[in-house]
């Protein structure tokens, strides 16, 4: 059964950081980009960040661009988002999903992170 | 910075049909967007219904379909049902690595 398992999320303290974990299974991880998408409370969903099947590249939103790093580990079928000089606007339900013709294919159920002092 | 549009919200009566849309603040959206479609109800994650504009996921039922009309992507519902009242998202692919999804459809079955 294909499946992505997010993890890491909680209370932090604005500044802050937090390193988000996805495991997956069910498919071949390392052919696969990989995808962090996040839905603050009561609004809609917002795109954050994306690394290619190799880990070669990765890209960002605009509102995360030097303050989010993704990665992944293909031994470990793991992706993960390291989040830093984390802000009250980046409270949010973070999701993983795993990439497909350039969508959003499987998701997880999520892992929220809440940034408040 | 380019807005992807979605109308805020819609209603359609069961059993009917009923077409979201999703434009671009500038310019038109085509094939090349490759945009998909996501359904959410609240508190639970996505789920994936369209991808490069007209692939069906898998297990989803054949009522919902995607397509260009004119110059945004849309997202046909045929036979609406009462479960089918949710949120829908549209997601377009910019080009260079970025995504920008759409506001959200909170559509209503009544």
């Known amino acids: 059964q294909v499946q992505v398992v997010e993890s890491g999320g909680g209370v932090v303290q604005p500044g802050g950081s937090l390193r988000l974990s996805c495991e997956t299974s069910?498919?071949?991880?390392?052919?696969?980009?990989m995808h962090w998408v996040r839905q603050a409370p009561g609004k809609g969903l917002e795109w954050v960040a994306y690394?290619?099947?190799?880990?070669?590249?990765?890209y960002y939103a605009d509102s995360v661009k030097g303050r989010f790093t993704i990665s992944r580990d293909s031994s470990k079928n793991t992706l993960y988002l390291q989040m830093s000089s984390l802000r009250a606007e980046d409270t949010a339900v973070y999701y993983c999903?795993?990439?497909?013709?350039?969508?959003?294919?499987?998701w997880g159920q999520g892992t929220m992170v809440t940034v408040s002092s | 910075q380019t807005v992807v549009t979605q109308e805020p919200s819609f209603s359609v009566s069961p059993g009917g049909t009923v077409t979201l849309t999703c434009g671009l603040s500038?310019?038109?959206?085509?094939?090349?967007?490759?945009p998909s479609w996501y359904q959410q109800t609240p508190g639970q994650a996505p789920r994936t219904l369209i991808y490069?504009?007209?692939s069906r996921s898998s297990g989803v039922p054949d009522r919902f379909s995607g397509s260009i009309l004119g110059n945004k992507a849309a997202l046909t519902i045929t036979g609406a049902q009462a479960d089918d009242e949710c949120d829908y998202y549209c997601?377009?692919?910019?080009?260079?690595?970025?995504?920008?999804f759409g506001g959200g459809t909170k559509l209503a079955v009544l």
């Open positions: 999903a795993k990439g497909t013709s350039y969508a959003f294919d499987i």
């Open positions: 069910g498919f071949t991880f390392s052919n696969h980009g």
């Open positions: 690394i290619r099947p190799d880990g070669s590249n990765k």
């Open positions: 500038s310019g038109s959206v085509s094939g090349s967007y490759y």
């Open positions: 490069s504009t007209n």
């Open positions: 997601v377009l692919y910019m080009g260079s690595g970025i995504w920008v």
